[in-house]
């Protein structure tokens, strides 16, 4: 599975990485539902270091789509939500 | 879908909306190989616009580091007016110095900060640049290997996948780089200020709006009295003596610098005392 971590680069992570992943993507959602900015960062810290752990950083040529994609280090809960928003601020 | 299909949120949603946005440009074209040409131009175009960024944030950063040195200037200065100013005996003086420092030191560490935020903004874009020129180069050669090899129906399956890769690996970017030209623009705005505050004498706001200079001016004021007091003392006491009755000749009072401390203290509360 290939994950793209945005503003960072691509990761390609072994089967099953998604299950581990998957428990703090619950929190992270959780958090930008409620709109709780702290417990955001917190669980956004802590889903890129596990992702980052398990995964293995893709070529900078290889032309892959990925799988999965997670907001970057820093982003804030109206970013993700602009981007959930329909793409609102993807360009292109 | 695959075996992720357990992980629903965020990171499917954000990356189901990536590959629509893929998908509806490709169904622009009716033969997909035209999609990959036009896909490279537009990613030399994307390629241009992030240097261009990384330049923009470059100057930025600069502009704070100069603010930077000019905020540290004052902030000398003002220390060295403490001094003086406590030196003369003139504690109230010596304490409104320290006061300003303390706020131009409050606004040094806030440039301090803009200066990080824009250092790792400058940071990030230029491996963005250098990702993003590596899968041009790699896309380019693919492109035309796609021309060469297969036929616009044969085509579509690897272009769909390649194309869906630049194009998700474009919004990254372009997103990056809007992220780092709302973050200079809000840095211009503030940089402006301050240098609007530099250019009027008043540093800011925290100084109460006055002239950083007028603790200098009272330093001088002083400093001029101390030598008026000096040029009367010398006075005196060549009249006392019996000195040359001509006096005239003598410097301009304000110029006077008296060689000696004065011997004679005068009656005004505002005259810099030895004591």
Request: proline letters at 4%.
């Amino acid at each position: 599975m290939i994950i793209r971590i945005m503003g960072e680069g691509q990761l390609r992570l072994p089967d099953g990485a998604a299950e581990k992943l998957n428990e703090l993507d619950v929190d992270l959602e959780a958090a930008v539902d409620k709109h709780d900015e702290d417990a955001f960062h917190v669980a956004l810290h802590k889903l890129l270091e596990r992702a980052r752990e398990l995964g293995e950083t893709l070529p900078h040529d290889a032309i892959e789509p990925s799988d999965l994609i997670l907001p970057g280090e820093g982003a804030t809960i109206e970013e993700v939500h602009d981007l959930l928003a329909d793409g609102g601020l993807i360009p292109g | 879908m695959r075996g992720w299909a357990a992980l629903m949120g965020v990171m499917k949603r954000v990356s189901t909306i990536f590959r629509a946005k893929a998908n509806k440009a490709l169904d622009k074209y009716e033969d997909p190989r035209e999609t990959l040409d036009y896909s490279y131009t537009t990613q030399l175009e994307l390629l241009q616009k992030v240097r261009r960024g990384v330049a923009d944030v470059a100057t930025s950063r600069k502009r704070v580091e100069l603010q930077m040195n000019q905020v540290q200037q004052t902030s000398d200065k003002l220390d060295r007016q403490a001094r003086d100013a406590l030196a003369a005996g003139r504690e109230d003086l010596a304490r409104e110095a320290l006061t300003r420092k303390a706020s131009v030191q409050s606004q040094l560490a806030d440039l301090q900060t803009q200066y990080a935020s824009l250092q790792g903004e400058e940071e990030k874009l230029t491996a963005a640049s250098q990702r993003l020129q590596a899968k041009v180069d790699a896309f380019r050669v693919r492109k035309e290997t796609i021309k060469a090899t297969y036929t616009a129906a044969e085509a579509t399956t690897r272009i769909n996948e390649v194309f869906t890769g630049i194009s998700e690996e474009m919004s990254d970017v372009g997103l990056a780089i809007q992220r780092a030209e709302d973050k200079t623009a809000q840095m211009q705005a503030r940089a402006g200020a301050i240098d609007e505050l530099m250019a009027s004498g008043a540093l800011s706001d925290a100084l109460g709006g006055t002239p950083a200079d007028d603790i200098q001016a009272e330093l001088d004021r002083m400093g001029a009295s101390g030598s008026v007091d000096g040029e009367l003392a010398k006075m005196k006491a060549e009249l006392a003596g019996g000195a040359p009755k001509q006096l005239a000749g003598g410097a301009p009072v304000q110029d006077a610098v008296p060689d000696q401390t004065p011997g004679y203290q005068a009656p005004q509360p505002n005259a810099g005392g030895t004591q």
